[in-house]
Protein backbone atom coordinates (compact mmCIF):
# COMPACT_ATOMS: atom_id res chain seq x y z
CA UNK A 1 0.00 0.00 0.00
CA UNK A 2 1.38 3.66 -0.85
CA UNK A 3 1.54 5.25 2.12
CA UNK A 4 3.02 8.67 -0.04
CA UNK A 5 0.78 11.41 1.33
CA UNK A 6 -0.45 13.52 -0.92
CA UNK A 7 -1.54 17.05 -1.47
CA UNK A 8 -5.53 18.22 -1.07
CA UNK A 9 -4.72 20.37 -4.33
CA UNK A 10 -3.02 16.78 -5.81
CA UNK A 11 -5.46 14.94 -5.07
CA UNK A 12 -8.46 17.79 -6.91
CA UNK A 13 -6.14 18.37 -9.65
CA UNK A 14 -6.55 14.73 -10.35
CA UNK A 15 -10.30 14.35 -10.01
CA UNK A 16 -10.95 17.42 -12.28
CA UNK A 17 -8.27 16.27 -15.06
CA UNK A 18 -10.39 13.09 -15.66
CA UNK A 19 -13.95 15.43 -16.12
CA UNK A 20 -14.47 17.06 -19.13
CA UNK A 21 -12.58 20.69 -19.47
CA UNK A 22 -14.91 22.06 -21.78
CA UNK A 23 -18.12 21.42 -19.16
CA UNK A 24 -16.27 23.64 -16.47
CA UNK A 25 -15.42 26.08 -18.82
CA UNK A 26 -19.04 26.53 -20.20
CA UNK A 27 -19.95 26.65 -16.29
CA UNK A 28 -17.27 29.27 -15.48
CA UNK A 29 -18.06 31.48 -18.90
CA UNK A 30 -21.76 30.93 -17.65
CA UNK A 31 -21.68 32.22 -13.94
CA UNK A 32 -19.35 35.30 -15.12
CA UNK A 33 -21.75 36.16 -17.99
CA UNK A 34 -25.26 35.80 -15.26
CA UNK A 35 -23.03 38.77 -13.13
CA UNK A 36 -22.26 40.89 -16.47
CA UNK A 37 -25.72 40.56 -16.92
CA UNK A 38 -27.85 41.29 -14.00
CA UNK A 39 -24.98 43.24 -12.28
CA UNK A 40 -23.11 42.95 -9.47
CA UNK A 41 -26.35 43.75 -6.72
CA UNK A 42 -28.83 40.80 -7.93
CA UNK A 43 -25.55 38.60 -8.55
CA UNK A 44 -24.89 38.83 -5.15
CA UNK A 45 -28.53 38.01 -4.26
CA UNK A 46 -29.55 35.25 -6.65
CA UNK A 47 -27.61 31.98 -8.12
CA UNK A 48 -28.64 29.77 -10.75
CA UNK A 49 -29.40 26.80 -9.57
CA UNK A 50 -30.07 24.78 -13.15
CA UNK A 51 -30.44 25.32 -16.85
CA UNK A 52 -33.49 22.15 -17.64
CA UNK A 53 -35.72 21.98 -20.66
CA UNK A 54 -34.94 25.80 -22.25
CA UNK A 55 -35.34 27.03 -18.90
CA UNK A 56 -32.85 29.14 -16.32
CA UNK A 57 -33.56 27.97 -12.39
CA UNK A 58 -32.74 30.81 -10.18
CA UNK A 59 -33.30 30.88 -6.37
CA UNK A 60 -33.13 34.94 -4.73
CA UNK A 61 -32.63 35.24 -0.84
CA UNK A 62 -35.96 37.67 -0.53
CA UNK A 63 -38.68 38.64 -2.68
CA UNK A 64 -37.66 41.97 -3.45
CA UNK A 65 -34.79 40.55 -5.35
CA UNK A 66 -37.36 38.42 -7.36
CA UNK A 67 -39.27 41.55 -8.70
CA UNK A 68 -35.28 42.87 -9.33
CA UNK A 69 -35.04 39.98 -11.81
CA UNK A 70 -38.57 40.06 -13.08
CA UNK A 71 -38.09 43.56 -13.83
CA UNK A 72 -34.27 42.60 -16.55
CA UNK A 73 -36.07 39.02 -16.96
CA UNK A 74 -36.39 39.88 -21.04
CA UNK A 75 -33.15 41.44 -21.28
CA UNK A 76 -31.56 38.60 -19.53
CA UNK A 77 -33.01 35.64 -21.39
CA UNK A 78 -31.94 37.60 -24.62
CA UNK A 79 -28.62 37.77 -23.68
CA UNK A 80 -28.37 34.36 -22.15
CA UNK A 81 -29.55 33.20 -24.96
CA UNK A 82 -27.53 35.08 -27.63
CA UNK A 83 -24.30 34.15 -25.52
CA UNK A 84 -25.17 30.66 -25.25
CA UNK A 85 -27.48 29.12 -28.14
CA UNK A 86 -26.46 25.64 -27.24
CA UNK A 87 -28.67 25.81 -24.03
CA UNK A 88 -31.55 26.52 -25.59
CA UNK A 89 -32.91 29.20 -23.04
CA UNK A 90 -36.02 30.89 -23.18
CA UNK A 91 -37.59 30.60 -19.75
CA UNK A 92 -36.88 32.16 -16.71
CA UNK A 93 -38.26 30.71 -13.03
CA UNK A 94 -37.29 32.53 -10.07
CA UNK A 95 -37.62 30.70 -6.56
CA UNK A 96 -37.46 32.65 -3.22
CA UNK A 97 -35.33 30.34 -0.89
CA UNK A 98 -36.79 32.20 2.14
CA UNK A 99 -40.44 31.52 0.69
CA UNK A 100 -39.84 27.67 -0.65
CA UNK A 101 -39.63 25.10 2.01
CA UNK A 102 -38.33 22.75 -0.59
CA UNK A 103 -35.25 22.44 -2.03
CA UNK A 104 -34.99 22.48 -6.09
CA UNK A 105 -34.84 19.14 -7.43
CA UNK A 106 -34.13 18.54 -10.88
CA UNK A 107 -37.29 17.06 -12.57
CA UNK A 108 -36.41 14.32 -14.80
CA UNK A 109 -40.18 12.76 -15.62
CA UNK A 110 -42.23 15.03 -18.14
CA UNK A 111 -44.73 16.88 -16.30
CA UNK A 112 -48.21 14.72 -15.49
CA UNK A 113 -45.57 11.70 -15.99
CA UNK A 114 -46.90 8.24 -14.21
CA UNK A 115 -50.22 9.58 -13.83
CA UNK A 116 -53.19 7.47 -15.11
CA UNK A 117 -55.56 9.40 -16.79
CA UNK A 118 -58.69 8.69 -15.84
CA UNK A 119 -61.07 8.18 -18.78
CA UNK A 120 -64.97 7.64 -18.74
CA UNK A 121 -66.45 6.18 -21.85
CA UNK A 122 -69.56 7.08 -21.09
CA UNK A 123 -68.65 11.20 -21.05
CA UNK A 124 -71.06 13.21 -23.65
CA UNK A 125 -69.27 14.68 -26.41
CA UNK A 126 -69.59 18.04 -26.84
CA UNK A 127 -70.47 18.36 -30.74
CA UNK A 128 -68.74 20.41 -32.62
CA UNK A 129 -70.59 23.45 -34.03
CA UNK A 130 -71.87 22.80 -37.66
CA UNK A 131 -72.09 26.39 -38.54
CA UNK A 132 -68.43 27.02 -38.51
CA UNK A 133 -66.59 26.63 -41.86
CA UNK A 134 -65.04 22.84 -42.23
CA UNK A 135 -61.27 24.03 -42.06
CA UNK A 136 -62.31 25.07 -38.01
CA UNK A 137 -64.40 22.48 -37.90
CA UNK A 138 -61.89 20.09 -38.62
CA UNK A 139 -59.61 21.53 -36.19
CA UNK A 140 -61.76 21.04 -33.50
CA UNK A 141 -62.92 18.02 -34.06
CA UNK A 142 -59.28 16.74 -34.00
CA UNK A 143 -58.45 18.54 -30.83
CA UNK A 144 -61.46 16.76 -29.22
CA UNK A 145 -60.49 13.38 -30.53
CA UNK A 146 -57.60 14.30 -29.28
CA UNK A 147 -57.94 15.17 -25.71
CA UNK A 148 -60.25 12.45 -25.26
CA UNK A 149 -57.56 10.02 -26.33
CA UNK A 150 -54.81 11.40 -23.98
CA UNK A 151 -50.94 12.18 -24.33
CA UNK A 152 -49.50 8.48 -25.90
CA UNK A 153 -47.10 6.82 -23.45
Known sequence: MDKKVRSAAEIISRLFDSLERENFEQADRF??????IVGERIAAHSKVLDVNRGSIIVEVDHPGWSQQLQMIRKKALHEL??????LGITAMIIRVSSVCSVPYHRQDTPVGGGVTRVVDENEAAVPVDETLDDPLKDVLTRLQSSIRKGKPE
Open 31 to 36: IHSWKT
Open 81 to 86: AAQFPE
